[in-house]
């Protein structure tokens, strides 16, 4: 970070940090973080604030965001089941396939880690149609929509934007006719997308 204050350069960097954590005792603990990792974060924000001010005019061209990953199990469920094993009740529970505690951003940064994108990429939250969210990275070069009811209107406004890639919530279809729309949609207006359901 001070390299690139110093030459208005664009470095990055990757920092590791176990997620211990803290004794019961330590001052850090008691000033409220919980973790090494949390502590990590905090020097990685004040840091930034010393640079920018240290900077003067050219520090507040200076980067100084950060992201926090962690590394954690899947988000998609595990839906593989026999037909023997599969009882009545839990007939339901096996419709989605994705983990009920994860977020719009879970499912975003599995997505890029699939396709092999960087994770580094500008990231935006935006409304279309009736109100839906949507995840655009880079720019509009992938749009996901993780919404739990995805229409017609929405998957034509991702459409017409003309992204690389698009991605929704497989859950999120009416029913395999609406996800083929879908997939027609595209196909008409913007068949170079690359679309996928999870």
Request: glycine share 6%; proline share 2%.
């Amino acid at each position: 970070m001070n390299l690139n204050a110093a030459d208005q350069g664009s470095r990055r960097f990757v920092m590791v940090q176990l997620d211990e954590d803290l004794a019961a005792d330590s001052l850090a603990r008691r000033r409220g973080y919980e973790s090494l990792a949390g502590v990590a974060r905090e020097r990685l924000r004040r840091v930034g604030v010393r640079i920018r001010e240290d900077g003067g005019l050219l520090g507040s061209a200076v980067d100084i965001g950060f992201r926090s990953l962690h590394v954690a199990t899947t988000n998609m469920a595990d839906t593989l089941v026999t037909a023997d094993d599969l009882e009545q009740l839990a007939l339901s529970e096996s419709v989605d396939s994705v983990k009920p505690d994860r977020t719009d951003e879970d499912l975003l940064f599995q997505v890029l880690l699939d396709w092999g994108l960087d994770l580094a990429e500008p990231i935006a939250v935006e409304e279309i149609g009736a109100h839906q969210r949507v995840l655009s990275v880079a720019e509009g070069a992938l749009i996901a929509c993780f919404a739990g009811e995805i229409t017609d209107s929405v998957v034509q406004d991702i459409a017409h934007r003309r992204p690389l890639r698009a991605v929704f919530l497989d859950a999120g279809f009416a029913n395999d006719a609406a996800r083929i729309n879908a997939e027609q949609i595209f196909r008409e207006v913007s068949p170079e997308t690359e679309v996928r359901a999870i």
